[in-house]
């Protein structure tokens, strides 16, 4: 999975057009692999985070930075079998090569053509329900728009290190925690209180936010169960309790079917049960669970493949 592999791969007449536009010799070209060892390195601590990045084992990613060392006269990192900094000189050094592949690949997308369609292999992380009720579907149009290109759909209710399974983007909701992390904000995510028919007759609708500690409320075990809600631009806490209790939102949803208690979901995961009528809505007088957004965090936001722009484009819009 060679992050920067299309530069290079184009035909020799598009090569050399690519070169000229970019301000790039032959003999820089060669250098482009060694050049993006040393920025996925960096950005990511180690040398074999940067060769899972780029599909390379750590010993033929040393070699690359090994002999990018020995082209520049200098030597650009402290290395370890477990940290890695840049010296002075790779701290002067690192703009120039950032500026480099920045270069390069606008010169692939000025002879690409706006026609030319995703390639290459595109690995995605997504939620468990998210990934099943949304993404699956979705990517099958996706593929058949592409046919050079292949998904691999990464599904867990916890987040993934995107960085160390070499993930080329992942779909989350709620704000950036990791600051080494970019996020584009795909669409709003809007989520309600929902439980059963049955729960409901038994235990009656709450209408006001602190009638939710009389009731079941299904949620991820943590040391202080709080739900979230905004009230008239104000963020409000409050405490839950209940008798079941997942790490999972599938088990979570199933369990809000079978009338066990209260749920918190997003509405795109809940449509058919309250179409069917398996879930109801509970509407609060005095409080809204707040909306998260989907986002899309990618690991950097210099060269990000074409393939990522255009299944982002397509994802966007199918989600509106």
């Known amino acids: ?93 690192l703009p120039h090569a950032e500026a480099i592949l920045l270069h390069a690949e606008d010169a692939r997308a000025a002879v690409a053509g706006s026609d030319e369609g995703a390639s290459g292999l595109l690995r995605i992380a997504a939620s468990v329900p998210f990934g099943r009720k949304v993404l699956t579907p979705m990517i099958g149009g996706f593929l058949a728009a592409h046919p050079l290109a292949k998904v691999e759909l990464l599904l867990s209710d916890t987040v993934v290190d995107i960085t160390a399974q070499g993930v080329d983007v992942a779909i989350r909701f709620g704000e ?67 008798r079941f209790a997942a790490d999972s939102m599938e088990a979570l949803h199933e369990a809000s079917l079978r009338g066990l208690g209260i749920v918190q979901l997003s509405e795109w995961n809940v449509r058919e049960d309250v179409v069917a009528g398996r ?28 393939k990522v722009h255009l299944f982002l484009d397509s994802l966007s819009n199918h989600l509106s």
């Open 1 to 93: 999975m060679q992050r920067y592999a299309p530069i290079w791969t184009l035909s020799p007449p598009r090569i050399s057009s690519a070169l000229v536009r970019a301000g790039l010799s032959y003999e820089d070209m060669l250098e482009l692999a060694d050049l993006a060892v040393l920025i996925e390195a960096v950005q990511h601590g180690s040398l074999s985070a940067a060769g899972r990045r780029l599909g390379l084992t750590p010993l033929v990613a040393s070699r690359r930075l090994a002999a990018l060392e020995a082209e520049v006269g200098v030597r650009l990192v402290h290395r370890t079998t477990r940290s890695l900094s840049l010296t002075p000189e790779g701290e002067a050094f």
């Open 176 to 242: 950036l925690r990791d600051s080494n992390l970019v996020a584009r904000r795909l669409a709003h995510n809007k989520r309600g209180l929902y439980a059963s028919p049955a729960y409901l007759v038994e235990r009656g609708a709450p209408t006001r936010v602190s009638e939710l500690r009389h009731h079941e409320c299904l949620a991820v075990p943590t040391a202080t169960r709080q739900w979230v809600f905004e009230r008239k631009g104000k963020t409000v806490r409050q405490a839950i309790s209940g």
């Open 279 to 306: 879930l109801k809505e509970i509407g609060l007088s005095d409080g809204a669970v707040p909306d998260q957004g989907i986002w899309a965090v990618l690991p950097t936001k210099q060269l990000i493949p074409r």
